[in-house]
C-alpha cells in the first residue's frame, strides 16, 4: 500500500503568495528527501532530511522534518514562476534502502 | 562532468514484446536506481544495483529484471509488456558511502506499449 502521503495533490497560487507542501509517512522515516521535477523533465534533488525537527532553508524554500520522523513539509515565501513544477518528497525505511516517493504536489504560479 | 545519461528517449512496443533500456551514471557515482513514473504519478522503485548485484527491488514482478556492469553502467530488462508498463523510466545514481545520498535523476525512457 501507499506508503508516503503527499498533500495537496495540486495548488494554484497568484505570484506573491505562498505555497506548502505536506508529507506524510505511516512508518517513521531514517531520512527525508524532497525533488522538484519541471513539466517534461525530471526529478532535480532539493534537500535532505536526517534529524528530528530538523529545519533547513534555502533562500525562499524552507523544509521541516517532524519530531516523529513521520511526517516533512516544504514551504516557498512569495512564490515566482520559476517555482512552478511538481514537487515530490521522499522517505527512505529503516531498514529498507529505498525510497518511497509520495505522489507529489504540483504547483502552478499564476503571473 | 556528464550527468546522468539514459538511452534510448523513446520508445514504442506492442504487447508481449520485450525491452531493454540503458543507463550510464554520473560520473564518480557506483549506485544506480531504476524507478517507474506513471503519468501523474510519483517515481516508484523498481530495484536498486550496487558492486553488479541487485540489492533492493520493489514490488515489481520478475518480468522486471537488470544488470549492472563494472563500469557501473545498468540495464533495465521488461519482459512480457503489458499495456499497463507504459511510463516514463528513470535512472538514478547515487554515490553509496556519501553522507547525503542524493539521487541524479537521468532525462528518463518514455515507453508506450500498444
Known amino acids: 500500500g501507499q506508503q508516503v502521503m503527499q498533500i495537496p495533490q495540486y495548488q494554484h497560487v497568484q505570484e506573491g503568495e505562498d505555497f506548502t507542501t505536506y508529507c506524510n509517512s505511516s512508518t517513521t522515516l531514517s531520512n527525508i528527501q524532497w525533488y522538484k521535477q519541471r513539466p517534461g523533465g525530471h526529478p532535480v534533488f532539493l534537500i535532505q532530511?536526517?534529524?528530528?525537527?530538523e529545519v533547513k532553508k534555502q533562500k525562499r524554500l524552507t523544509f521541516q522534518f517532524g519530531e516523529a520522523k513521520k511526517n516533512s513539509s516544504l514551504h516557498i515565501t512569495a512564490t515566482q514562476t520559476t517555482d512552478v513544477g511538481t514537487y515530490f518528497c521522499a522517505g527512505l525505511m529503516y531498514n529498507f534502502n529505498k525510497f518511497y516517493f509520495g505522489s507529489g504536489t504540483k504547483l502552478n504560479v499564476k503571473p | 562532468d556528464a550527468g546522468v545519461t539514459q538511452s534510448p528517449t523513446h520508445l514504442i512496443k506492442t504487447r508481449g514484446q520485450q525491452v531493454t533500456l540503458r543507463c550510464s551514471p554520473k560520473?564518480?557515482?557506483?549506485?544506480v536506481s531504476w524507478y517507474q513514473q506513471a503519468l501523474g504519478q510519483g517515481p516508484q522503485f523498481i530495484f536498486q544495483y550496487y558492486e553488479e548485484e541487485e540489492r533492493q527491488r520493489g514490488n515489481f514482478p520478475d518480468r522486471f529484471s537488470g544488470h549492472q556492469f563494472p563500469n557501473y553502467s545498468s540495464e533495465l530488462n521488461v519482459n512480457a509488456l503489458l499495456l499497463g508498463d507504459s511510463a516514463l523510466y528513470l535512472c538514478a545514481s547515487s554515490l553509496r558511502l556519501a553522507g547525503v545520498n542524493e539521487q541524479f535523476f537521468g532525462p528518463g525512457t518514455r515507453l508506450t506499449v500498444l
Open positions: 532530511l536526517v534529524k528530528s525537527g
Open positions: 560520473s564518480g557515482h557506483d549506485t
